[in-house]
């Protein structure tokens, strides 16, 4: 490893955990700062019993004070605090039970949508402006423009309601099913037409023409050559889009009754649960952060003629 190639990752390890900083200090800033509090909405709660409960979870102290001590819980113990409404419970159990499924659910998605994608790309690709190629470009158009909100909502009335094939609760492996399905359209449609532009792109190099000129069977081109060298977008899209599948699952997990950190997310703004939501959006911003940081890294890894800056 060059010292040129330290030097970047450094930079954007750096990078990385800067970001993650300004999130986890925005979000808590907002939250403070929206009207309101965690025991708004306690049944006839008093105002005693208000300054009793702010002063056991610390958030009767200065609101700096309050930022330093929770700042520091988190980086040296990754501690995001007891939920205020799950009693009982802390929020990285919240958080690691919710991932358990999230996780599942993103990385079967990712896998089947890059698997299915870039099949069907490759094939639109080398049946360019035959039927094929049209009907697969078509599909994934409505893929891609079909929010997933809608698409779930559809797949749930016409799987789970009209024909009863399968279940519209996401809590049973066989109920997964559907929210798979759903998360997993909009990347594969992306990846089917990244995959086509590359690999169309790939097929008019000058090293495509030479080897066909040499004799090299048409398989070795397609496989050895082209589409090899045209995965390289799709390789370099699929970390961020493994993170976007998971923290994008939020809506798609309420639809579908799916147990994962979607659920937990969007109860905990419902209830005003401030640990719950500051631990699950620093999980998913940290996750998202991540991915992006190691598919820039595997850019080198994948093609050595790109430079690092």
């Given at each position: ?195 086509r532009s590359s690999m169309l792109d790939v097929l008019g190099q ?51 009754a799916v147990p994962g950190i979607g659920r937990a997310f969007i ?43």
């Amino acid at each position: 490893m060059g010292s040129k190639t330290l030097l970047y990752i450094l930079k954007r390890i750096g990078l990385a955990i800067l970001t993650v900083w300004v999130v986890i200090t925005i979000t808590f800033f907002v939250m403070r700062i929206v009207p309101g509090g965690p025991f708004m909405g306690e049944k006839a709660i008093s105002e005693a019993a208000t300054k009793a409960l702010e002063a056991k979870y610390g958030m009767d102290k200065p609101l700096f004070q309050q930022y330093i001590t929770y700042l520091r819980d988190v980086v040296f113990h990754l501690d995001f605090g007891p939920s205020l409404k799950q009693r009982g419970r802390e929020v990285i159990d919240i958080i690691t039970d919710g991932m358990k499924t999230s996780a599942k659910l993103g990385i079967i998605a990712a896998f089947a949508a890059a698997f299915v994608g870039i099949i069907l790309g490759a094939i639109a690709a080398l049946r360019r402006n035959r039927l094929i190629d049209k009907v697969i470009m078509v599909v994934t158009t409505a893929c891609v423009s079909m929010p997933s909100f809608i698409m779930g909502s559809l797949l749930l009335i016409v799987f789970a309601i009209s024909f009863k094939i399968l279940p519209a609760n996401g809590s049973t492996p066989q109920g997964l099913i559907l929210p798979i399905v759903t998360l997993a359209l909009y990347p594969m449609a992306y990846i089917t037409r990244l995959t086509r532009s590359s690999m169309l792109d790939v097929l008019g190099q000058d090293y495509i023409r030479t080897a066909k000129a040499k004799g090299v069977s048409g398989p070795k081109i397609i496989f050895g050559h082209a589409l090899k060298n045209s995965l390289i977008p799709v390789i370099t899209y699929f970390g961020p889009m493994l993170a976007y599948i998971i923290t994008g699952s939020l809506v798609v997990e309420k639809i579908f009754a799916v147990p994962g950190i979607g659920r937990a997310f969007i109860n905990s703004i419902t209830n005003r649960d401030y640990p719950l939501i500051m631990g699950t959006t620093i999980v998913l911003a940290a996750l998202i952060v991540t991915m992006n940081l190691v598919t820039d890294i595997l850019y080198k890894v994948v093609d050595p003629r790109i430079t690092l800056e």
